[in-house]
């Protein structure tokens, strides 16, 4: 993308007729390739470079995500950027501002800090605002192309004014309020309308903080699918909520996300909504240190597979997050993770009908 820039500043300064012309050819012919690839390709948004300050022997994985970029890099049909950070005006459109400041000056009391898992820091923060950005950036690549992803994100504890389980801000609240004030600016003139959104959060912990922010909220519809046993043990009831028991496999598993999503549609017969949330937790696999299911790998792809074929005959866009993944062998967390994306990029193809 930034050698087609270049390539174009090249054009505007060539003299036609001189002996730039051979490389006007060549710069042309640059741009129809980039031009191509693009076409085919989906877009993936990581953020990676931000790291994150942790203590020896802390439990949050936080190196899959320079993992599952590396894993990803150089594979044909997919567009992967480094993520731009979300700004403060944007974070406040899910949180309070007076949360917003705590996390941006340094200002989170040591329990607030406990609850979220993390020390703070300020790469902490520069963190946290890249991976809004990465769900942000995903969501209207979505809106263009069928399908965005995110990397990482779904990072769903986290409530209007505080954050917990390794949640600093709530991405796909943030998200969800943008791409609503975007397309509501887009369309004001000509055809007023309001963008209805679906959280659909299959990761294995309830999606307490995404339900809190949307409780009154009749736009942004939320589904959880999860352990019951397990965190967090206050839940916040979602639009839908599915509770499975310990130890859940695929069959189960399956046949109750045919349920929910039989149902999230039922409830949308009127109006469905023009943009999912997707957050593809891989903590539900039966190597997760931290899930209480025992889904199998194959289990877990047919699960992406089914949501992203329903959201595809609908013609709803889906912007994708990974949200969490604690495998005790932190590689098979990472091999879930690119085989939902390898099922995302399945769908795009599907979606923008292009050549595999
Ligand atoms: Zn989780």
């Known amino acids: 993308m930034q050698r087609a820039g270049g390539s174009a500043q090249g054009l505007v300064h060539g003299r036609p007729g001189s002996q730039d012309e ?3 050819g060549r710069l042309a012919r640059r741009r129809r390739d980039v031009a191509r ?21 802390h439990r949050f994985p936080a190196g899959k995500y320079r993992l599952l970029r590396e894993r990803l890099a150089g594979r044909p049909g997919l567009r992967l950027t480094q993520a731009p950070p979300a700004s403060d005006g944007e974070l406040a459109l899910a949180h309070t501002p007076a949360y917003v400041s705590a996390v941006v000056e340094g200002h989170l009391d040591a329990v607030q800090q406990r609850e979220i898992g993390f020390p703070w820091s300020p790469e902490m923060v520069e963190r946290s605002r890249h991976s809004v950005g990465a769900t942000i950036a995903a969501a209207r690549a979505a809106l263009g192309e069928g399908i965005g992803v995110n990397l990482g994100g779904g990072t769903h504890h986290a409530t209007a004014d505080k954050g917990a389980g390794y ?35 299959l990761d294995v912990h309830q999606g307490n903080g995404t ?31 599915v509770d499975l028991p310990d130890g859940c496999r695929d069959d189960a598993y399956l046949d109750a996300l045919d349920g929910a999503l039989a149902e999230l549609w039922r ?36 699960r992406d597979r089914r949501v992203l074929a329903a959201a595809r005959e609908r013609g709803i866009p889906v912007a994708l997050s990974m949200a969490g993944g604690y495998g005790r062998d932190i590689d098979v967390t990472v091999q879930l993770q690119v085989a939902t994306v390898e099922a995302a990029w399945a769908s795009w193809r599907q979606w923008n009908n292009a050549q595999p």
């Open 167 to 201: 949640c600093v801000f709530n991405d796909t609240a943030v998200a969800a309020r943008l791409m609503q004030a975007e397309w509501h600016r887009a369309r004001r003139r000509a055809h007023p309308s309001l963008l209805r959104i679906a959280v659909i959060d």
């Open 267 to 302: 409830r949308h017969h009127a109006a469905p909504p023009g943009l999912i949330f997707y957050l593809a937790g891989a903590d539900p696999h039966e190597g997760d240190r931290l899930g209480r299911l025992k889904l199998s790998a194959a289990g877990l792809v047919e």
């Open 37 to 57: 690839d693009n076409a085919s390709s989906m877009q993936a948004f990581a953020f990676d470079r931000q790291t994150l300050p942790l203590p020896a022997g």
């Open 22 to 24: 051979p490389c006007r």
């Open 211 to 241: 339900a809190s922010i949307f409780r009154d909220d009749d736009s942004v519809f939320t589904l959880s699918i999860h352990a019951a046993r397990n965190f967090p043990f206050r839940k916040e009831p979602s639009d839908l909520d």
